[in-house]
């Protein structure tokens, strides 16, 4: 059974850094693209960053490019997204999500999310 378990969130000021955890399980994420995405209070879902399988490849959006590192430990079959200068539109529940498939997807093309870990940016 496929099962993501994010983890990292929390409270941190403005400027601060968090770093999020997407340890994965009944698969080897190794194999997959790997996504993260964001839900701010009243908007909808978006895409923040993913790393593929099929070339190696990482994405992020232009909100958080410059900002964001996302990055894998296969021996762990975690995906961390490493999070710096954090803003108070950063604010929102992380979720991590996987296509099944080594190139990376938009929202509606995951087939798989965790339940998401909450990221609060605030002075």
């Known amino acids: 059974q496929v099962q993501f378990a994010e983890s990292g969130g929390g409270l941190v000021q403005p400027g601060g850094s968090l770093r999020l955890s997407c340890a994965a399980s009944?698969?080897?994420?190794?194999?997959?693209?790997i996504g993260w995405f964001r839900q701010a209070p009243g908007k909808g879902r978006e895409g923040v960053s993913c790393?593929?399988?099929?070339?190696?490849?990482?994405y992020y959006s232009d909100s958080v490019k410059g900002r964001f590192t996302i990055s894998r430990d296969n021996a762990k079959n975690t995906v961390y997204l490493q999070m710096n200068n954090l803003q108070p539109d950063d604010t929102a529940t992380y979720y991590c999500?996987?296509?099944?498939?080594?190139?990376?997807?938009?929202?509606?093309?995951?087939?798989?999310w965790g339940k998401g870990t909450l990221v609060t940016v605030s002075s």
């Open positions: 999500a996987t296509p099944l498939q080594p190139r990376c997807r938009k929202v509606d093309g995951m087939d798989y």
């Open positions: 790393i593929s399988v099929s070339n190696g490849g990482t």
């Open positions: 009944g698969f080897s994420l190794d194999l997959y693209a």
